[in-house]
């Protein structure tokens, strides 16, 4: 082979490699550098640094700017900007005032069941509040008769509010349970 031809395949080596070498840290998408690059109506910009995490067989990656469910995910930090609490459970209205005619029981409606505050008046006899059969469940009873009140899931013993008291009762898992002594309102 020539001189000239092995002097023009060094150089033309030598330029092929250059080439290769100034696009490899210029490579779209982060392959050679973790600088992730996007195209906008200006052309491509590069202005965020990525470490793609290990993934095991069954994970996904999500890079899209949209809502997705992901399924089985631990948050390890999250910050929660506009909670909205949809449980009627956890919604707690502010109070009810049932007035008894005679002895008889009160049964809680369902919107009763979410109220806090349960405040009994009138009767002529002790009565029952019949109170949803809900674990955890709490209520606050004003007794403002004149009588007591038992506060108690149906067919339960449940707690006595003596007259003109007020106490604070939850749901143990089987009955209502006292949680404060009575006291005077």
Request: glycine share 6%.
């Amino acid at each position: 082979m020539k001189k000239s031809a092995k002097i023009f395949l060094a150089m033309f080596l030598v330029l092929v490699f250059a080439t290769w070498a100034i696009g490899q840290s210029q490579l779209r998408q982060g392959v050679s550098t973790p600088k992730i690059y996007y195209q906008d109506s200006a052309g491509w910009v590069g202005s965020y640094y990525f470490t793609v995490p290990t993934l095991t067989a069954n994970d996904t990656l999500v890079g899209r700017n949209t809502t997705d469910t992901l399924t089985n995910k631990t948050l390890t930090s999250p910050t929660i900007t506009t909670p909205v609490i949809t449980s009627p459970d956890a919604t707690y209205g502010i109070a009810s005032v049932h007035n008894y005619a005679a002895a008889a029981d009160w049964e809680m409606s369902t919107s009763e069941a979410k109220l806090l505050l349960l405040t009994t008046s009138s009767g002529n006899a002790t009565a029952n509040i019949i109170a949803p059969d809900v674990s955890g469940r709490l209520f606050v009873v004003r007794n403002a008769r004149d009588y007591n009140v038992v506060i108690k899931k149906s067919g339960g013993t449940g707690v006595t509010i003596a007259s003109n008291k007020t106490a604070v009762v939850i749901h143990n898992g089987s009955d209502y349970i006292r949680v404060t002594a009575d006291q005077t309102h």
